[in-house]
Nanobody, 118 residues
Framework: VQLAESGGGSVEVGGSLRLSCAAS?????MGWFRQVPGQEREGLAA???????WYADFLRGRFTISKDNAGNTLYLQMNSLKVEDTAMYYC????????????????WGQGTQVTVSS
């Protein structure tokens, strides 16, 4: 499975971005993660083949995961962005089950940088 993220960039506090992840194929579970240098990677959202979704509690509804099955594209809509959302964002694919534990994901993209400034 090959994954390629896009859509990152620089945005001001309160702004929005939509990240995309082009996948060579969808697996049972697709997820979004982020990492700041020197910190652990954290899970943000995941979506199963059936459309069930999981979100990190700290997002408080600001982010929405979705997918286009026909185009094998995964999305992450990010609203009300904060400075602390600045990170490298990754999409990942997992062959079975679905949750936000990054160690269980089998395939990873190269990441796209999101920078939020005040």
């Amino acid at each position: 499975v090959q994954l390629a993220e896009s859509g990152g960039g620089s945005v001001e506090v309160g702004g929005s971005l939509r990240l995309s992840c082009a996948a060579s194929k969808f697996t049972y579970c697709m997820g979004w993660f982020r990492q700041v240098p020197g910190q652990e990677r954290e899970g943000l959202a995941a979506i199963s083949s059936g459309g069930s979704t999981w979100y990190a509690d700290f997002l408080r509804g600001r982010f929405t995961i979705s997918k286009d099955n026909a185009g094998n594209t995964l999305y992450l809509q990010m609203n009300s962005l904060k400075v602390e959302d600045t990170a490298m964002y990754y999409c990942a694919a997992r062959l079975n089950r679905c949750d936000l534990r990054d160690e269980k994901y089998n395939y990873w993209g190269q990441g796209t940088q999101v920078t939020v400034s005040s």
